[in-house]
């Protein structure tokens, strides 16, 4: 075979530089955009899940200009801040821990009031079981780094139990129900909506995280929208203290609007509308340290990588409008 004349290898060697110069630079741009969130233009990207308090909000359209992404749980929602696909999002305790200890960056900005009544064991009544302890032995599922991962490490505190006295399987909440179900597990620890749904006749609440846990909801926020866009974050949040409030006050037309929203029935709705929506409230010093208790607790189960440092990571320049 011939050589390739001189003109034609210094024109494929030009091509390749400049393809090399592109993909890095494109590499760049992903890297960037993990921490910028959507820049400082564009609607204002929001992840939130089913039955959170931002479903009010998105159910209520009264975000028009927000970009919506929907979540099955916390972790997933995390995932897409690292990957810098939302700007803000809505999540339990246990999923900040979890994301902190992945280097995953984000800032908590917002939190609400204890809801422990919003998450439980579930159990069937012909199991006999009539305590957590009596699941010694026993195989109990959840879903790993959500709310219920830390209501569960405290169940076990209470108890005297470690996970060596369960087998513990991890499920999604599509996975869970059924799962559940048909008997293949002998608990589950799930948090509303998919608890109320799961209140059929035959299953009964073992225990619920009163006494616990908090369960406060969290609101985390990409750096780069806490840096570029505060204006915008601000405006939105206002707008969810709002309509938080205005569900607080009128229940009844509240779980209405949220029913087709999340396509459960209205019933179900409205049970457990009762139990989980609380006000929104500002982080404190005493939120950053009931934080950082969760992110110790998990780290000495070596359940995330440790140390965490998840009070540090508590951010209260929109406290103002949580007041």
């Known amino acids: 075979m011939s050589t390739p004349p001189r003109s034609l290898r210094r024109l494929v060697t030009a091509v390749f ?14 890297a960037d955009a993990a921490d910028a969130g959507g820049g400082s233009t564009g609607p204002l990207r929001v992840g939130y899940q089913r039955f959170g308090g931002l479903s009010l909000v998105k159910a ?22 690292k990957a810098g696909a939302i700007d803000i999002g809505q999540v339990g305790e246990a ?4 994301a902190a200890a992945a280097k995953i960056p984000f800032s908590v900005i917002g939190t609400s009031a204890p809801i422990p009544q919003g998450e439980a064991v579930l159990v069937k009544q012909s199991s006999g079981l009539k305590t957590f302890a009596d699941l010694r032995g026993r195989t109990v599922a959840l879903n790993k780094g959500s709310n219920v991962h830390w209501l569960l490490v405290r169940l076990l505190a209470a108890n005297n139990m470690t996970l060596k006295d369960l087998n513990v399987k991890y499920l999604k909440p599509a996975e869970g129900r059924p799962a559940f179900d048909n008997g293949q597990i002998d608990a589950w620890i799930i948090w ?9 006749p035959g299953v009964k609440v073992l225990a619920d995280a009163t006494g616990l846990a908090s369960n406060r909801e969290y609101v985390l926020a990409a750096p780069g929208a806490v840096r570029d866009r505060a204006d915008d974050v601000r405006a939105f949040l206002t707008t969810y203290r709002q309509v938080t409030d205005w569900g607080i006050a009128h229940p009844g037309e509240r779980a209405a609007v949220l029913a087709p929203e999340l396509k459960i029935p209205l019933d179900v709705t409205t049970r457990a509308l009762a139990r989980s929506a609380r006000p929104l409230a500002p982080v404190t010093p005493a939120v950053g340290a009931e934080l950082q208790a969760i992110a110790d607790g998990f780290t000495t189960l070596d359940l995330v990588p440790g140390p965490v440092d998840i009070s540090g990571r508590v951010d209260d320049r929109f406290s103002a409008v949580f007041q």
Do not use: K
């Not at 927000?66 to 897409?80: D, I, M, N, R, Y």
């Not at 509303?192 to 059929?200: G, R, S």
């Open 17 to 30: 530089t400049v393809l090399s110069l592109v993909a890095v630079g494109g590499i760049a741009g992903c």
């Open 60 to 81: 209520r359209n009264a975000a028009p200009d927000v970009q919506w992404s929907l979540f099955e749980s916390g972790p997933a929602l995390t995932e897409a801040l």
């Open 95 to 98: 999923p900040p821990v979890f």
């Open 192 to 200: 509303d909506p998919y608890f109320a749904l799961a209140e059929q």
